[in-house]
């Protein structure tokens, strides 16, 4: 089946710096998500984004199917921007394959 | 709008005990879904449905048998549970396939 990777696994940032996030898959995709993970638990929907480019707010995300890789930015991060984001490109109709997550830890 | 709502938030239970998880939304949504999620992984799709009166398969169907009797609700079963089930259980709802999917909030279950 299909492999997901996420990088960096761990980031600490200082509030205001900027990041990008990695989420590598191995096979094509359908298509891709991006949640995140608030450390209450609780899961929100970033985007929805098979290819091309996405902005909203300060965060974007870019999915260059072809070459089966994702990439969200951070700009200007916050503290609220704390916890984990995980990809989950779906391979077919009926799968979605979460990655392991990148953890996210913002300091004022 | 309550959006998407889990009973029960917590839950133990012993070995070869069988529950019953809800979820229910109020966005009208079509399809719902149910995730595991076990400590330091990502989530896990066990059964999903694309409209009341069906339901499907997904990567970990295994131990749990679901039902959408009415569109809004979803509801996850456990026949006999197993420690191996012990995890988050996440429910959520999409308006199309696979879109946007809001997240209830999670049922922590541990089976001793």
């Known amino acids: 089946g299909i492999q997901v990777e996420q990088s960096p696994p761990d980031l600490i940032l200082q509030e205001g710096a900027n990041s990008t996030l990695r989420c590598n898959f191995s096979?094509?995709?359908?298509?891709l998500q991006w949640f995140h993970q608030n450390p209450w638990g609780q899961l929100i929907n970033l985007f929805y984004?098979?290819?091309g480019t996405k902005q909203n707010g300060r965060l974007s995300a870019t999915t260059v199917a072809t070459e089966r890789y994702s990439l969200l930015y951070i700009s200007s991060s916050q503290t609220t921007d704390s916890g984990v984001y995980f990809c989950?490109?779906?391979?077919?109709?009926?799968?979605?394959?979460f990655g392991p997550g990148t953890s996210l830890s913002v300091i004022p | 709008n309550a959006g998407v709502t889990q009973t029960p938030k917590f839950r133990v239970l012993k070995t070869g005990q069988s529950m019953t998880l809800l979820c229910a939304q109020d966005?009208?949504?079509?399809?719902m879904y149910w995730y595991r999620q076990d400590p330091g992984m990502g989530l896990r799709l066990i059964h999903y449905?694309?409209?009341?009166?069906?339901?499907a398969k997904g990567e970990v169907p295994d131990g749990y048998n679901v039902s959408r009797l009415k569109k809004q609700n979803f509801l996850l079963g456990l026949e006999s549970a197993a420690p191996s089930q012990t995890s988050v259980y996440f429910c959520?709802?999409?308006?199309?396939?696979?879109?946007?999917?809001?997240f209830g909030p999670g049922t922590r279950l541990t089976v001793l």
């Open positions: 449905s694309v409209g009341e009166g069906t339901t």
């Open positions: 096979d094509s995709v359908n298509n």
């Open positions: 966005m009208n949504h079509e399809y």
């Open positions: 984004i098979p290819s």
């Open positions: 989950a490109p779906r391979p077919s109709y009926d799968k979605v394959i």
């Open positions: 959520a709802s999409s308006y199309e396939g696979w879109n946007e999917q809001f």
